[in-house]
């Protein structure tokens, strides 16, 4: 196996990193009150230590009360998070890695199970979280309006504290997802609408404000998905067209890189191509792509929180689409979060030492 290609370096605006391998997005709730603590820091900077190309940090969200439904959940927003967030770019800089934060707004939400909720309602297109489901407020527009201010400010936040880049979580059914989910937004206003091209509109005004607060340098990405959690064989975009006319407006609107999100990397998107998600994006588009979904494992991530384990797979199938050119970057997850230094040994050769993935993993930051 012949991962030399996987190890060349990447430049695009703001962004220079070392290799192609991008640390995934993972939730840890590891930060009281949204604070990031030494910890958090600790763990990132082992991840920049441990050779990862690009980290992407855990969804952080942005300055609404209703953000978030879980108190340890890390917020982009507030004095000490902010400090918090400056330990932890100090770290990954001096480890000699690049980091982006991944601004979030979660929109409705089932409660969280520990008992905790936002002082205010959860918020929503249509206070819906999935077909049938109320638990939340519809969006007033100035609701929407200072929503998408919080979104600029917390990039301008990233920026000014030296991260690299910014991503924009617009996957796996929260709020941007919902805007573009005609299952949770039955608007009729100007943010509604019968088409997915017409259900953008929240996602290319999120994104418009985000690059006017950024600037024309700065790199943006933005994680899409095309399954929810309550609906594994969703399709927003049944067709290539229909995925066209979704991230065309996307990329008009200011995307450098398309975060694509698959629960398996190898799944052809559409009849008569074996391109994944990231492949036709970065077709339709011309936009850097990042594929992500169960790389080095056996099994996909829903999974893990169901108790099932994983272990280590080969890349041979992941290098092939990758040196045909489908996509730029890889993310991956799971392995990194059990394993900080899973990048070295990928590039060594080490396969033998590779580590299976527990859901243990996901209770304890692993140094």
Same mark, same amino acid.
């Given at each position: 196996m012949n991962t030399d290609s996987l190890f060349s370096p990447f430049s695009l605006k703001s962004l220079n990193i070392k290799n192609r391998i991008v640390m995934a997005p993972m939730t840890r709730s590891f930060?009281?009150?949204?604070?990031?603590?030494?910890?958090?820091?600790?763990?990132?900077? =082992?991840?920049?230590?441990? !050779?990862?190309?690009?980290i992407l940090s855990e969804g952080t969200v942005i300055n609404r009360v209703s953000s978030s439904n879980d108190a340890n959940v890390p917020h982009f927003y507030g004095t000490e998070a902010l400090a918090g967030w400056q330990n932890v770019i100090n770290g990954v800089h001096t480890a000699g890695g690049a980091m982006g934060p991944q601004i979030w707004h979660m929109g409705i939400m089932d409660n969280h199970h520990s008992g905790w909720v936002p002082s205010q309602p959860f918020e929503g297109p249509s206070g819906l979280n999935r077909p049938g489901n109320n638990n939340g407020n519809t969006m007033t527009d100035s609701d929407i309006a200072d $929503?998408? /201010?919080?979104? #600029?400010?917390?990039?301008?936040?990233?920026?000014?504290?030296?991260?690299?880049?910014?991503?924009? *979580?617009?996957? *796996?059914?929260?709020?941007?997802?919902?805007?573009?989910?005609? #299952?949770?937004? !039955?608007? $009729?206003d100007a943010f509604g609408g019968k088409t997915l091209s017409e259900r953008t509109r929240f996602g290319v005004e999120v994104i418009k404000e985000v690059r006017r607060r950024v600037g024309d340098d700065f790199a943006v990405i933005i994680r899409l998905s095309q399954? =929810?959690?309550?609906?594994?064989?969703?399709?927003?975009?049944?067709?290539?067209?229909?995925?066209?006319a979704w991230l065309s407006p996307l990329a008009d609107a200011g995307i450098d890189i398309f975060h694509c999100s698959q629960r398996r990397f190898w799944e052809p998107e559409?009849?008569?191509?074996?391109?994944?998600?990231? #492949?036709?994006? =970065?077709?339709?588009?011309?936009?850097?792509?990042?594929?992500v979904g169960s790389v080095g494992l056996t099994g996909e991530f829903m999974a893990a929180f169901r108790g099932e384990s994983s272990q280590p797979s080969s890349l041979d199938e992941l290098l092939r %689409?990758?040196? %045909? #050119?489908?996509?730029?970057?890889?993310?991956?997850? %799971?392995?990194l979060l059990a394993d900080p230094f899973w990048v070295n040994k990928i590039r060594e050769?080490? $396969?033998? !030492?590779? =580590?299976?993935? $527990?859901?243990? /993993?996901?209770?304890?930051l692993v140094m």
């Open positions: 930060s009281p009150n949204g604070v990031p603590t030494a910890d958090v820091a600790a763990y990132y900077r =082992k991840r920049a230590e441990g !050779e990862v190309g690009l $929503t998408i /201010a919080a979104f #600029g400010q917390a990039a301008a936040d990233a920026k000014s504290l030296g991260f690299d880049c910014v991503e924009i *979580h617009g996957a *796996h059914g929260y709020l941007i997802d919902q805007f573009f989910w005609d #299952g949770t937004n !039955e608007r $009729t399954f =929810k959690p309550s609906a594994y064989d969703n399709k927003l975009a049944a067709t290539p067209a229909e995925m066209e559409f009849e008569g191509s074996d391109l994944n998600f990231a #492949g036709w994006a =970065k077709k339709l588009t011309g936009k850097a792509t990042i594929t %689409r990758f040196d %045909r #050119g489908d996509f730029d970057l890889v993310g991956v997850g %799971r392995p050769g080490r $396969t033998d !030492e590779l =580590k299976g993935f $527990t859901t243990a /993993a996901l209770g304890e």
